[in-house]
């Protein structure tokens, strides 16, 4: 039997990083007895080592609390983990999409911050019912009133009626619960007899059952044994099992309207159960598709390449493996003259891009070399044919080049006044185009046009930067547009480094070529030799530093000391050697990839 809609909840909990999501995930837990406290990891919900590390959720999770309240009834209630970052945007709408309402949940302490607005907005976008919750009462510097006041002129919301809570303490967490049975809507009772439609929430792999799929079901019954169709994927499968987090798992025969849940049904690979797709029944399918279904696409290209050329096996095994798990990450396998083998990767953006990096590192045991991020170039030839270039190294023939075009973004960004300059001159750096400029409190929202290639290097960094981490931002694709774009090629002792060649606007090649060279100065070791850096733009140089040679042998100033040391240094040295890529007879370290494509823009 499924449960009666109007004894379920489903809600997600939004927050700026840090304001105590996890805590409060946990606490409400632990008070309905899912897990006991010996049970309990740390944050149950942020169950990757690698989120836990970063303090981001990457992958949405979710878990069903049995929670008796005080008007005698048992209820269903269904929390929704969303993951926080821009990267992840499309992830967070239909997480969100699959809930009724949302604990928004602000540090009493430090009051509304930037992704407090980014993700409450995004609640509200979806006709959410919000509840604020003040967190960390408990500590002295809390200030409700004034952040329920703040909550109120710079959202725009009731915070007359917000619960007062410590995560920490588990003060208030009864409160919590109580609100979410009686301020938050029941899903709408839909039909279980009608054809089978439901949201597919999420997805990721098991190695035991395959995909598992997050699904809230809207109309209709989802069944164990069913053949169900996922009809964006256009794929169909038979329902191996269907059941609910507690948060262990747990087998039941069916799901109703305003469930939800997951089933598994031996679907091979999460690219073939994309999240925000519509699951209905094979043979009574629903007459329509739910709206908005856009796979993410990836927008930010790099090459991977392994450090040690043995290790190619190793890393088509673990990015076949991340695959598996990971369907908005894509690779195709790449040689270059350089670096050898490896795999030509799409990312959803470079926080993406970071995170998928570090687990091959980290999980698979691959020592990696990363090449510049690239977005995608439509190039349209003399011959009227055109191409989707990934890769700055397949660029063809300048003569033989019509046109190029980079794709464009639309940014919003929110910031407080006092760091508004700061942003503004980021923006306009970076090739951007100022569409609106308006204040809300003492915050000020900008509107951008950004060329993509600008924002994937370090634009997240360097807005954190200039704004002390206030600053929201968020981005969508509007087009591509035709530019004046050139390669850029770098010269390392006269040798093309292919890995560091990137398309620029030729308006900004100079003053790119120049802190490239400045930068790769500073990032390869000295040589016995005289090493000359150089950009160029076809086979004219632009910039050019030259790296002198070193003078002293590394263990010169260890003499007179004990052999301990000396050796020691050598070692460090061998160790530092395998990190390194040799360049005709130029050793350059892996680090100096990426850091060579941070842009300093003061
Ligand atoms: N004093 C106090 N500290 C709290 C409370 N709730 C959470 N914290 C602490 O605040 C920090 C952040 O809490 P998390 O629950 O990890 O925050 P989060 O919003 O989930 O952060 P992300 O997972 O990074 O988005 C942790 O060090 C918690 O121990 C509280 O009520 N009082």
Redesign the pocket.
């Known amino acids: 039997m499924s449960t009666d809609p109007s004894l379920i909840r489903n809600f997600s909990i939004v927050?700026?990083?840090?304001?105590?999501?996890?805590?409060?995930a946990d606490r409400l837990i632990q008070h309905t007895g899912g897990l006991t406290n010996r049970e309990m990891k740390e944050?149950v919900l942020?169950n990757m080592e690698l989120e836990r590390e970063r303090?981001?959720?990457i992958k949405a999770q979710t878990v069903r609390l049995s929670y008796t309240a005080k008007d005698g009834q048992t209820y269903a209630l269904n929390l929704i983990d969303t993951p926080?970052h821009v990267d992840f945007a499309y992830e967070v709408s239909r997480s969100l999409y699959a809930c009724e309402g949302a604990l928004l949940?602000v540090d009493a302490a430090q009051g509304v911050e930037a992704q407090t607005l980014a993700n409450v907005y995004a609640a509200i976008d979806v006709d959410l019912e919000i509840v604020p919750v003040l967190?960390?009462?408990?500590?002295p510097a809390a200030e409700p009133d004034r952040v329920k006041a703040q909550i109120e002129d710079v959202i725009g919301i009731d915070a007359s009626d917000a619960i007062e809570?410590?995560?920490?303490?588990g003060l208030g967490i009864e409160d919590v619960l109580e609100a979410v049975v009686t301020r938050l809507p029941a899903p709408k009772a839909g039909d279980p007899t009608a054809p089978l439609k439901a949201l597919l929430v999420d997805s990721w792999y098991d190695p035991y059952l395959g995909v598992i799929c997050l699904v809230r079901i809207i109309e209709g019954t989802l069944k164990k044994g069913m053949r169900v169709r996922l009809m964006g994927a256009e794929a169909s499968y038979g329902v191996d099992g269907v059941g609910v987090f507690t948060p262990a798992k747990e087998n039941r025969d069916a799901l109703g309207p305003g469930e939800i849940g997951f089933l598994n049904a031996s679907i091979k690979q999460v690219r073939d159960a994309r999240v925000g797709d519509t699951i209905t029944e094979e043979k009574r399918p629903t007459d329509s598709m739910l709206p908005g279904f856009e796979p993410a696409v990836p927008v930010v290209f790099c090459g991977l390449f392994p450090v040690d050329a043995a290790d190619f096996e190793d890393l088509r095994d673990a990015v076949e493996r991340l695959a598996l798990n990971d369907a908005s990450f894509s690779y195709e396998m790449e040689t270059s003259a350089a670096l050898g083998f490896g795999f030509r990767c799409g990312f959803l953006g470079l926080l993406h891009l970071e995170v998928i990096r570090e687990r091959l590192e980290r999980e698979y045991n691959v020592d990696l070399i990363t090449t510049a991020p690239s977005v995608v170039y439509k190039i349209k030839m003399t011959d009227g044919s055109e191409i989707d270039m990934h890769n700055p190294a397949d660029m063809p023939d300048p003569v033989k080049i019509d046109s190029i075009s980079e794709p464009w973004i639309k940014a919003t960004i929110l910031v407080p006044d006092e760091y508004l300059g700061g942003v503004l001159k980021l923006c306009q750096d970076r090739r951007g185009i100022q569409l609106e400029l308006t204040y809300a409190g003492s915050r000020a929202m900008l509107v951008y046009e950004l060329p993509l290639n600008e924002v994937v290097f370090d634009f997240y960094d360097r807005l954190k930067s200039v704004s002390k981490g206030y600053a929201s931002f968020d981005y969508q694709f509007i087009e591509h547009r035709e530019e004046d774009l050139v390669k850029m090629s770098i010269l390392v002792n006269e040798e093309p480094v292919d890995a560091l060649s990137m398309i620029v606007h030729r308006s900004r090649a100079d003053m790119r070529g120049r802190a490239m060279c400045e930068k790769l100065k500073e990032l390869i070791p000295r040589h016995m030799f005289k090493i000359p850096i150089q950009a160029a733009i076809g086979g004219r140089v632009i910039a050019r530093e030259t790296l002198s040679a070193m003078r002293k042998d590394v263990t010169a100033k260890c003499y007179g000391g004990d052999a301990t040391r000396k050796r020691k240094l050598l070692d460090k040295q061998k160790a530092g050697k395998k990190k390194m890529r040799q360049y005709g007879n130029v050793e350059i370290p892996q680090e100096a990839f990426i850091a060579a494509l941070k842009m300093d823009d003061d």
Request: glycine share 12%; hydrophobic share 35%.
């Open positions: 927050a700026h990083i840090d304001h105590g999501k996890s805590t409060l944050q942020d303090g981001i959720t926080g949940v967190n960390k009462i408990d500590l809570i410590s995560a920490k303490t």
